[in-house]
């Protein structure tokens, strides 16, 4: 609890960086485990949450791939998915735009059609049941060749017109943004919008590339760019949202305490930030546990707070006029 926290709760708030598998609570993935008699690398929920204490990105990964691994039928990404957007509810998320990984599902022989046809069911049954609205942005793993991605995306092609973006994941150091650089043009000539995960432990060069070599619509994570003042002014004047994650930070030594989070930093520079949880059941927290921990360790005010949220309708791929009625909402709950 902090002096905040009735403000967060009651805020409208859209989530912009979410990878869908990394919302797999370990309840849930040893219960799909039994179901599919698939073996992980844990047996209880004790061990489970022993093992989520990540020293860098790659480290997280490996148990991310590990985890994934149980999830089988289209069932399994609907409960996933499903058992995502009831818990974001309670935060009051009104509409999230989430990654998922299906070069992760393929090579383990999980047809592409299960997975998104899982993941998109819950994705409409979420919009009729809880009012949530979303979008799916499919991401390309980066530590795979471009060719890879190019028949992701030829496979993909009958669901195309149900995804708003492609997105870029995985392994950053090593994998620059310029090595997907014709497989997202590619991807923007087919009117899609395009993010990329950058400068989370790349460097400023890897958040250059990816504005202005690929053309990115937002940037995810965007950490290091608070090392290049002239980034910095870049990001400002083109108001580029930044879609950061401060428990993710965290939990993968981007940052060595909370009160590190460049959140507050970036609001000063007058950076169009937002704050999202990235990995949910991985790092420990869900939205507003990521609001409230930026809230609490940045001193942040109600107008920076307010900030935050209003920021996540207007970096989101909604259309002005939903920009707008969300805006309008925040207005409604926050006038005094
Ligand atoms: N970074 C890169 N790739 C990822 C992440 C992340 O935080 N989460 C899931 N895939
Ligand atoms: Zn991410």
Redo the contacts with the bound molecule.
């Keep these: 609890m902090t002096s905040h926290t009735d403000l967060i709760a009651a805020l409208p708030k859209a989530e912009l960086h979410l990878?869908i598998?990394?919302s797999f609570e370990p309840e849930q993935m040893m219960e799909l485990a039994e179901r599919n008699k698939i073996a992980l690398p844990f047996k209880t929920l004790e061990e489970a949450k022993a093992a989520y204490d990540f020293d860098n990105?790659q480290e997280?990964?490996d148990l991310?791939y590990a985890g994934m691994a149980v999830l089988q039928t289209e069932q399994d990404f609907y409960n996933l998915t499903s058992a995502y957007l009831h818990r974001v509810t309670q935060d009051n998320v009104r509409h999230v735009e989430m990654?998922f990984?299906p070069q992760a599902h393929m090579e383990r022989g999980v047809p592409f059609g299960v997975v998104a046809d899982g993941i998109l069911k819950a994705l409409s049954d979420g919009e009729k049941e809880l009012g949530i609205t979303s979008k799916l942005i499919m991401?390309f793993l980066?530590h795979l060749p471009e060719d890879d991605g190019f028949a992701l995306l030829e496979e993909s092609t009958p669901w195309h017109d149900r995804f708003v973006g492609v997105g870029l994941?995985?392994?950053?150091m090593g994998h620059p943004p310029a090595k997907f650089a014709k497989l997202f043009q590619r991807c923007r000539e087919m009117g899609f919008k395009l993010c990329m995960?950058a400068g989370?432990?790349g460097p400023p060069a890897y958040i250059r590339e990816a504005l202005f070599d690929i053309a990115v619509d937002r940037v995810?994570?965007g950490n290091r760019s608070m090392e290049d003042p002239a980034l910095i002014d870049h990001l400002r004047d083109s108001q580029m949202t930044l879609t950061n994650?401060p428990l993710?930070n965290l939990s993968?030594c981007v940052i060595d305490r909370i009160e590190d989070s460049p959140v507050k930093r970036m609001l000063d520079a007058g950076l169009h930030v937002t704050v999202n949880s990235?990995?949910p059941a991985?790092f420990g927290g869900y939205m507003n546990q990521n609001f409230e921990a930026v809230a609490d360790a940045l001193n942040l005010n109600r107008n920076e707070i307010i900030r935050l949220a209003k920021n996540s309708f207007e970096g989101s791929f909604l259309t002005d006029a939903e920009k707008a009625a969300h805006l309008a909402a925040i207005d409604a709950t926050t006038a005094t």
């Design positions: 990878h598998e990394g990105l997280f990964l991310y990654f990984d991401s980066r994941d995985s392994s950053e995960h989370e432990e995810d994570h994650c993710s993968l990235d990995d991985y």
